[in-house]
């Protein structure tokens, strides 16, 4: 006669009632906070429900305004969106030329010394931080109107995301083939490219290809505060009340948004 298996279930000791009273009282409390918080942010946005439904009037009557598409401006449209790809074209090239020493020096596992370490930490945190409007009307009150400083504010900017990534790709990668060539005699250079680069590389390129996508997106409304490109015509024809104007700008910037998503994947499937 076979021996019946033990259940273990109810072999389980069962959890003390103060031990299970108290864990649901975390619960408990854990929810109660994300409720309040809620709340909270609620009433300082002055959210309201009422509010949305009394201007959804006037939501449709611009909507109403923006059709048809004004098609008779797109010839007018092909050098500010032209100038747009070339902003974030630009942009993150630059961002990558200067990723890759400040991703070195913010690794923990490659950056000479602590002062430097930390030093290149703050700067990418800083940078990451501050977004690209802003650097724009720095730059923008700096060297003039146009798309350079534009450039510039995607590049600097840029640099915070990018720099963090590669930084932390890099203090993350498999020791092993940095052990087998340190154990050969091998430069820290050698490591660096031979061992470090060739780990990392495929993913930065990723990102690189994902940041691109991002500044274009950025470089659309750069315009607005006078870093040239397609957003000083959005910015115009809102301000003129020109709202069939602004959905062909719209519908532009759709489309090229669209075409640098698949350019991107394209470039990422031939790369890697």
Known sequence: MPTPKPNYFLLKPPIPWFKSTGAMLKQLTLIALCLGIYIWSANGTNLSVAELAKGLPNIMDILGRMLPPNIGILPRLIQPTIETIQISIWGTTLAIFATLPFGLLAARNTSPNVFLYNSSRFILNATRSISEIIFALIFVAAVGLGPFPGVLALAFHSVGMLGKFLADS???????????LQATGASKWQVITYAILPQVLPDFVTLCLYRWELNFRSATILGIVGAGGIGFELITSMRLFM?????TILIVVLVMVTFVDYASSYIRAKIL
């Not at 890099?170 to 087998?180: K, L, R, Y």
């Open 170 to 180: 890099i203090e993350n990668i498999d020791h092993g083939p940095v052990e087998a």
């Open 243 to 247: 709202y069939e104007d602004m959905t």
